[in-house]
T-cell receptor, first 110, second 114 residues
Framework: DAKTTQPPSMDCAEGRAANLPCNHS???????VYWYRQIHSQGPQYIIH???NNETNEMASLIITEDRKSSTLILPHATLRDTAVYYC???????????FGAGTTVTVRA | DAMVIQNPRYQVTQFGKPVTLSCSQTLNHNVMYWYQQKSSQAPKLLFH???????NEADTPDNFQSRRPNTSFCFLDIRSPGLGDAAMYLC?????????????FGPGTRLTVL
């Protein structure tokens, strides 16, 4: 059973903020939301993760709704190098592995 | 500075010829994972080591084995590669197995089977 739902693809303009949505309506209280991205022919790159609170780091911001049923990854100023597949992953307390879904293919256009 | 290193980046082998892929880490993490990613698919976990304890996923074929001689190194052995084993093989590490422990991936080894 898929724990997350993401749009298959989206385009973003270079220099603008990219907002990537993820639905996780069956998430439990102790499950984390992780975001990874995978640039073509490279290994997945960790971006950010959160439990309940919004999080920000040097790469992105993660906004989690109050009911925790959805989240948004924000890339504040998209560049062409941000073109990648972005994966939203929910990890349970006993989840040692990352269960990747299909992800969102993000294309940043000049 | 590379933290999870995989060698080689590209590996070509012949059908049925054993092949070994290697992974090393400078993070001193307890857990090392091997994922398989076939073309246009998402990565899928094959197995992982927690320290010296080996944990195989239920649907990982017997053709795949792994060794972890020390904390820093982990190897993926494919005993008799078939055409269907052509894929990107990804090594990852994490400090522990808790959900708050981030997994960090290497660049991957792309395996071609002729």
């Amino acid at each position: 059973d898929a724990k997350t739902t993401q749009p298959p693809s989206m385009d973003c303009a270079e220099g603008r903020a990219a907002n990537l949505p993820c639905n996780h309506s069956t998430i439990s209280g102790n499950e984390y939301v992780y975001w990874y991205r995978q640039i073509h022919s490279q290994g997945p790159q960790y971006i950010i993760h959160g439990l309940k609170n919004n999080e920000t780091n040097e790469m992105a911001s993660l906004i989690i709704t109050e009911d925790r049923k959805s989240s948004t990854l924000i890339l504040p100023h998209a560049t062409l190098r941000d073109t990648a597949v972005y994966y939203c992953i929910v990890r349970a307390q006993n989840d040692y592995k990352l269960s990747f879904g299909a992800g969102t293919t993000v294309t940043v256009r000049a | 500075d590379a933290m999870v290193i995989q060698n080689p980046r590209y590996q070509v082998t012949q059908f049925g010829k054993p092949v070994t892929l290697s992974c090393s880490q400078t993070l001193n993490h307890n857990v090392m994972y091997w994922y398989q990613q076939k073309s246009s698919q998402a990565p899928k976990l094959l197995f992982h080591y927690y320290d010296k304890d080996f944990n195989n996923e239920a649907d990982t074929p017997d053709n795949f084995q792994s060794r972890r001689p020390n904390t820093s190194f982990c190897f993926l052995d494919i005993r008799s590669p078939g055409l269907g084993d052509a894929a990107m093989y990804l090594c990852a590490t994490s400090r522990d197995k808790r959900p708050e422990d981030t997994q960090y991936f290497g660049p991957g080894t792309r395996l071609t089977v002729l």
